[in-house]
């Protein structure tokens, strides 16, 4: 594995970690990417922000209009999300999470810190540590705010 590109090696971790959290969504009945969205929702209800507009989980998620509507109808067909035309500015719709929905952002944070403990599985705590340390740094680098 040492002989390994670098990148290749991020890859790999990358699709390892991806692949855990897919199934964890499937178990729920969601692809990874309505799973993401439900979270953005979530996270940004528990925020405080009063209306949510399909156009800002465009811009969040990298998504286009077209397939922002689709998911979001796959969404609301489910029972994760409403979507009703904003008070303010009809030609918005307003996205938030339903009853079955609430809240998600935290159980996806804890998904997320359960798949990173099962990947550093072969590493001691204090490796694990330094790992995340060390991650925390080349992002905050490639981070120019």
């Known amino acids: 594995m040492s002989s390994m590109p670098f990148g290749l090696k991020m890859a790999l971790l990358d699709r390892a970690f991806q692949k855990k959290m897919d ?7 969601l692809t990874a990417v309505q799973l993401r969205v439900l979270g953005s929702v979530s996270r940004l209800e528990a925020a405080g922000k009063t209306e949510i507009h399909q156009n800002d989980l465009e811009r969040i998620q990298h998504v286009t209009h077209p397939a922002m509507t689709k998911l ?9 999300v409403r979507c009703l035309p904003s008070a303010q500015d009809r030609r918005y719709k307003v996205v938030s999470c339903t009853e079955k929905s609430a809240g998600i952002h935290k159980m996806i944070l804890e998904q997320d810190r359960q798949v990173w403990e099962e990947l550093c599985r072969p590493l ?5 540590r330094e790992l995340a340390r060390l991650m925390d740094l080349v992002l905050e680098d490639l981070d120019p705010e």
């Open 124 to 128: 001691t705590s204090q490796q694990t």
């Open 23 to 29: 199934e964890r969504a499937g178990e729920m009945g």
């Open 72 to 80: 979001l109808g796959r969404l609301e067909a489910k029972g994760f």
